[in-house]
C-alpha cells in the first residue's frame, strides 16, 4: 500500500508561484496532480511516469506548471506552479499507482491519493 503526503499550499497573489510536494511511500509509477475548485468536479492536473518519465498536462496549465521527481528524493514528486491566476484555486490532491497510469485522467486510475493541499489565488 503506498501513502502520500501532500505539502505547499497556501495563499498567493495572482501571477505568483507555488511549489506543491508529494511524498510517496512505497514502489510507484504513475503520479498525478488533481485540484478540485469551490462546487467542481476534480480535475486531473498534471502527471508523471516513473517508467519513462514521460509527463502530461491539462491544456489550461501546460507552459504555467511543471511536473517532476525530485533527483535527490526519488520518493517525492513536485507540482512547480507559476503565472498562477484566480482559476487555480482548489485543493490539490496527489495520486499515485504502482501501474503505469500517466496519462489516464480518470480519478480511477489511481488507487492511492493524498489528503489535498488548499491553494488560493487572489486577484
Known amino acids: 500500500q503506498l501513502q502520500l503526503v501532500e505539502s505547499g499550499g497556501g495563499l498567493v497573489k495572482s501571477g505568483g508561484t507555488l511549489r506543491l510536494s508529494c511524498v510517496i511511500t512505497?514502489?510507484?509509477?504513475?503520479v498525478g496532480w488533481y485540484r478540485q475548485a469551490p462546487g467542481k468536479e476534480r480535475e486531473g492536473v498534471a502527471c508523471?511516469?516513473?517508467?519513462?518519465?514521460?509527463?502530461?498536462y491539462r491544456d489550461s496549465v501546460r507552459g504555467r506548471f511543471l511536473i517532476y521527481r525530485d533527483n535527490a528524493k526519488k520518493n517525492t514528486v513536485h507540482l512547480l506552479m507559476t503565472s498562477l491566476t484566480p482559476e487555480d484555486t482548489g485543493i490539490y490532491y496527489c495520486?499515485?499507482?504502482?501501474?503505469?497510469?500517466?496519462?489516464?485522467?480518470?480519478?480511477?486510475?489511481?488507487?492511492?491519493w493524498g489528503q489535498g493541499t488548499q491553494v488560493t489565488v487572489s486577484s
Open positions: 495520486a499515485a499507482d504502482r501501474l503505469p497510469v500517466c496519462g489516464n485522467w480518470l480519478l480511477t486510475a489511481y488507487d492511492y
Open positions: 512505497g514502489n510507484y509509477d504513475g
Open positions: 508523471f511516469s516513473s517508467t519513462d518519465h514521460s509527463t502530461y
